[in-house]
């Protein structure tokens, strides 16, 4: 028996069939263009975001610590040991250093016959090249007081060979009392403490370097300043500014100062922010920073204004200008990097004031 079919019961002839599978071919590669295009589109924009909160985060820690530069501290710094076997530094942690060379032996404080701790040290050019076409990175260095810790509770008096000190209550300490060798906030290996006492009507100042965690469980706690330290702010066989001077003194005071140094590092491979404190270990702050740029206002002592990289008078530094902080993206996509620069100015409002309307 035959079967007899209609004409609307044929199917598809072979171009037809070609036609519509060429069409859908081409629906289904648009399709996927378009996805492949918003999935890249949007990666862009959120690595672009991750990378603009990254440096915006960076630059306001950067900036509170820049604003507090010399806050608890008197005006203008402080004298550090001279005449020892070298130079206090900076820029070195207990085991190793980070700036100063390659290899890295440390920043000596600036000064010529007496080194100087000022609330501000420039670091024009101190820091690793990222970018050959830019040169060198700079670094910045802040000195700020421990304004949280109560000072006021204790008093010290240094041994006779300069090199300890043994810390008591005062007769009635004006807020309750924290431990020093608390484990969160007291003294520890690495932390520098500027130390003011009294001898004959005149002030004496020394900053020494801890070189070994307060322990026990209340005072009277012992504070070692052992000679030779990481740092070099102990120093025995100094002539000026140092403990020797301040032995056997009694009512000394103790403030813990803050040295901040920020600089870019390529030890990992990936340029990062790092913030070291004090002789600790320092910490990476943001990653895949490539460029650190400042420059000062500042007056001298005949009150010359000066915009430089290099302040002639360093206790006279009025603001700091952050000139570049770029970032970059992690990763670099078919264009290359994607890229961020912020630039802000910070006010040091705590630093010494000159008087230019005499």
């Known amino acids: 028996m035959k079967t007899k079919f209609s004409r609307s019961q044929k199917g598809f002839t072979l171009m037809e069939a070609l036609l519509a599978m060429g069409l859908g071919l081409a629906m289904i590669?648009?399709?996927?263009?378009?996805?492949?295009?918003?999935?890249?589109?949007?990666?862009?924009?959120?690595?672009?975001?991750?990378?603009?909160?990254?440096?915006?985060?960076?630059?306001?820690?950067?900036?509170?610590?820049?604003?507090?530069?010399?806050?608890?501290?008197p005006p203008g710094g402080v004298a550090l040991a001279k005449g020892g076997a070298k130079n206090p530094i900076y820029g070195c942690d207990q085991a190793k250093c980070y700036l100063g060379g390659s290899p890295a032996t440390g920043v000596a404080f600036p000064g010529t016959s007496t080194p100087y701790m000022y609330w501000l040290i420039p670091g024009a050019g101190l820091g690793p090249v990222v970018n050959p076409g830019q040169g060198a990175t700079d670094t910045i260095t802040v000195v700020q007081g421990d304004t949280a810790f109560p000072w006021a509770d204790y008093v010290m008096t240094v041994n006779s060979a300069g090199t300890q000190?043994?810390?008591?209550?005062?007769?009635?300490?004006?807020?309750?009392?924290?431990?020093?060798?608390?484990?969160?906030?007291?003294?520890?290996?690495?932390?520098?403490?500027?130390?003011?006492?009294?001898?004959?009507?005149?002030?004496?100042?020394?900053?020494?370097?801890?070189?070994?965690?307060?322990?026990?469980?209340?005072?009277?706690?012992?504070?070692?300043?052992?000679?030779?330290d990481a740092l070099g702010f102990n120093q025995s066989a100094a002539t000026a500014s140092s403990f020797q001077q301040m032995k056997s003194?009694?009512?000394?005071?103790?403030?813990?100062?803050?040295?901040?140094?920020?600089?870019?590092?390529?030890?990992?491979?990936?340029?990062?922010?790092?913030?070291?404190?004090?002789?600790?270990?320092?910490?990476?702050?943001?990653?895949?920073?490539?460029?650190?740029?400042?420059?000062?206002?500042?007056?001298?002592?005949?009150?010359?204004?000066?915009?430089?990289?290099?302040?002639?008078?360093?206790?006279?530094?009025?603001?700091?200008?952050?000139?570049?902080?770029?970032?970059?993206?992690?990763?670099?996509?078919?264009?290359?990097?994607?890229?961020?620069?912020?630039?802000t100015s910070v006010s040091a409002r705590n630093m010494s004031f000159k008087n230019r309307y005499q």
């Open 165 to 228: 000190g043994t810390v008591t209550l005062v007769a009635s300490p004006p807020s309750p009392v924290q431990l020093l060798s608390d484990p969160a906030y007291g003294l520890k290996t690495g932390d520098l403490v500027l130390a003011t006492g009294k001898s004959g009507g005149n002030t004496i100042s020394a900053v020494g370097e801890i070189t070994a965690d307060v322990t026990g469980t209340g005072a009277p706690y012992t504070v070692k300043f052992a000679s030779p």
């Open 29 to 73: 590669g648009a399709a996927v263009q378009l996805f492949s295009k918003s999935l890249d589109a949007t990666y862009l924009v959120s690595q672009r975001a991750e990378m603009q909160q990254d440096v915006r985060a960076a630059e306001n820690i950067l900036v509170k610590d820049i604003g507090l530069a010399g806050t608890g501290l």
């Open 249 to 343: 003194l009694t009512g000394v005071t103790l403030t813990r100062i803050w040295l901040i140094t920020y600089y870019l590092s390529t030890a990992t491979g990936t340029p990062t922010l790092m913030r070291q404190v004090n002789g600790q270990t320092p910490a990476p702050v943001a990653e895949n920073v490539v460029d650190l740029q400042f420059d000062y206002d500042t007056y001298d002592d005949n009150g010359v204004l000066y915009h430089t990289t290099n302040p002639p008078s360093l206790n006279q530094i009025r603001k700091v200008n952050l000139l570049h902080m770029t970032a970059r993206s992690a990763l670099n996509g078919t264009k290359g990097y994607q890229t961020m620069d912020v630039q």
